[in-house]
């Protein structure tokens, strides 16, 4: 397949660009900043990379060029002017991704969108989510409306899997848990490393199109 990915420059998005790779597929690198790539993704046969704003839909647009799906980390943010710059980019990713014929999009998200018909009740997920809230309330915000974006009539007609992920830290790869917010089996970490397989894998398997999982690291892979 042929990817594009956004958030490529982050340490989540780096690690997409590593799995996808080894999994043989060709990418796509949008990203405001190239230089902040590693030398290996811009010298790797299989990598385009592509400077462009996600607010520039022409660029968008003209970077989808025979992509079969997209993969997405960006991230909010902290302490931002409250005009929901993810969400806005998102309606430009939508809109191109449209025009293309494209419908398959892989993104983050957080436990701050909710979906009511599978989370149960969890005081961490309250914890966590009303932290944010607090702190961080324009980025919060702007989760939450990009949630909202991919379940409204904007994104009828796309593939879209939100993967809801936890603290992340840089541990090894593990067996990753899926489901859904408070019920009993998933954690809240999750490896960096397990982003990249998962967010992959599931471009692969669309075992979750549109649903809003939660994701963390489960027990780690065996070495023999």
Request: charged letters at 20%; a neutral charge; aromatic letters at 6%.
């Amino acid at each position: 397949m042929k990817l594009l990915t956004l958030g490529g420059t982050g340490p989540s998005g780096l690690e997409i660009i590593d799995a996808a790779l080894a999994r043989s597929h060709s990418l796509v690198v949008f990203v405001r900043s190239p230089q902040k790539l590693p030398e290996k993704v811009h010298a790797h046969p299989d990598v385009t990379v592509v400077q462009g704003s996600i607010h520039d839909y022409d660029a968008l647009f003209a970077a989808l060029d025979g992509v079969d799906a997209v993969v997405s980390t960006l991230g909010g943010v902290p302490f931002q002017k409250n005009d929901l710059p993810i969400k806005r980019g998102y309606e430009c990713v939508i809109k191109a991704m449209k025009a293309r014929g494209i419908k398959r999009i892989v993104l983050n998200g957080t436990v701050a969108i909710s979906d009511p018909e599978n989370d149960r009740r969890s005081v961490k997920a309250m914890l966590n989510v009303g932290a944010v809230h607090l702190l961080v309330h324009s980025m919060y915000v702007d989760v939450v409306a990009c949630g909202k974006l991919f379940m409204s009539e904007a994104a009828e007609g796309l593939d879209w899997t939100i993967l809801r992920v936890p603290v992340l830290n840089n541990g090894p790869r593990t067996e990753v848990i899926a489901g859904y917010v408070g019920d009993g089996k998933v954690g809240w970490s999750l490896s960096r490393s397990d982003i990249g397989w998962f967010f992959v894998n599931e471009v692969e398997s669309g075992q979750w199109i549109r649903k809003l999982p939660m994701i963390s690291s489960g027990s780690p892979l065996r070495s023999d």
